[in-house]
């Protein structure tokens, strides 16, 4: 079997090496809180596409620290009742060019939200100050030398996830005991902090091959590079000797997938290619090892970061199952 990371019995023990901050559960606890002050106020303006039977909408809302934010909102006409689905994107994408992709689930009676990450390719604006730090080399590193740890980049678009699954579940037509979350790469580590941070609404959590996981992994195995590569930006012009290692990394930590992931109470379903140098399978492993619900993975030996065959329609099956 093909293995560029752990022998798959080591990967279901593994534990994760990025350390936690000693003020975590307060962290995410003061973030809920901001989340849930702003309320459920959105704004939904009919698409420019719509066909029979559907109706699709720009639904845009005010999130955390004022940044417009934007999401597809697509639900079958006339029906109540409704099970939903939170589609989350890959890193620097967006929620897709076509409105017609997200159809088959609404033509199974969901209702379709698929949001657009702030800051990076759709339409979601990313108007957050930062007080100090690089904001050059993308995401994971913005806000990562501020004064204020609130001004990381993924605690922002990690409270867009659960202002959006509060939105969704708020309008008329959706049974919010009937949500779920999907996503790869970036959009599995979405799926996995939605499921994290609103567990009381997010029944169903489908990470594939979850990105923000375990950082520290990633560089002891020199993978910091592609989706990671500004890992070693930051180092090579920040802390070029590593003197500022361990509090970087936990620093890190509060946007660290693993750490959010024994809040999860959702069944989970996540797929793993084994041949995954962009998101190693031991950092996955990291966050999935702290799930406590009910939970299974779909291993694909041959493959990486890329589409898994079949795995599309397996996430469907599982959806279908709420």
Not at 64 to 82: D, F, I, M, T, W
């Amino acid at each position: 079997m093909p293995v560029i990371d752990m022998p798959v019995n080591e990967l279901f023990t593994y534990e994760g090496k990025n350390p936690k901050p000693v003020d975590f559960d307060a962290y995410w606890d003061e973030a809920k809180a901001e989340v849930a002050a702003l309320g459920t106020n959105c704004e939904l303006v009919p698409a420019a596409f719509q066909v029979p039977g559907i109706e699709c909408f720009d639904l845009w809302f005010t999130g955390v620290k004022g940044s417009r934010v934007y999401a597809k909102y697509l639900r079958p006409n006339g029906q109540k009742q409704c099970p939903a689905l939170l589609e989350f994107h890959g890193y620097a994408g967006s929620s897709g060019a076509d409105w017609s992709h997200k159809l088959a689930y609404v033509q199974q009676g969901f209702c379709v939200a698929a949001l657009d990450c702030r800051g990076q390719g759709g339409l979601s604006a990313d108007s957050t100050a930062v007080q100090g730090g690089t904001t050059l080399r993308g995401h994971i590193v913005r806000g990562l030398d501020s004064s204020d740890p609130t001004d990381l980049a993924y605690r922002q678009m990690f409270c867009d996830t659960v202002q959006l699954a509060h939105i969704v579940a708020a309008f008329p037509e959706v049974d919010n005991q009937r949500m779920g979350a999907r996503g790869g790469s970036q959009g599995g580590a979405l799926t996995l902090a939605c499921a994290a941070l609103a567990p009381e609404l997010i029944q169903r959590c489908a990470p594939m091959y979850p990105f923000l996981c375990d950082y520290q992994r990633v560089w002891e195995m020199d993978l910091d590079q592609h989706a990671y590569e500004e890992l070693r930006y930051f180092f090579r012009s920040f802390d070029p000797q590593h003197t500022r290692a361990v509090e970087i990394f936990t620093r890190l930590g509060y946007v660290d997938c693993q750490h959010l992931a024994s809040r999860i109470t959702a069944t989970t379903m996540m797929a793993t290619g084994l041949m995954d140098t962009i998101c190693p399978p031991s950092t996955q492993f990291a966050a999935y090892n702290k799930i406590t619900a009910e939970k299974s993975v779909e291993f694909y030996p041959d493959f990486g970061h890329e589409m898994l065959p079949g795995f599309d329609d397996k996430v469907m099956a599982f959806m279908l199952g709420l």
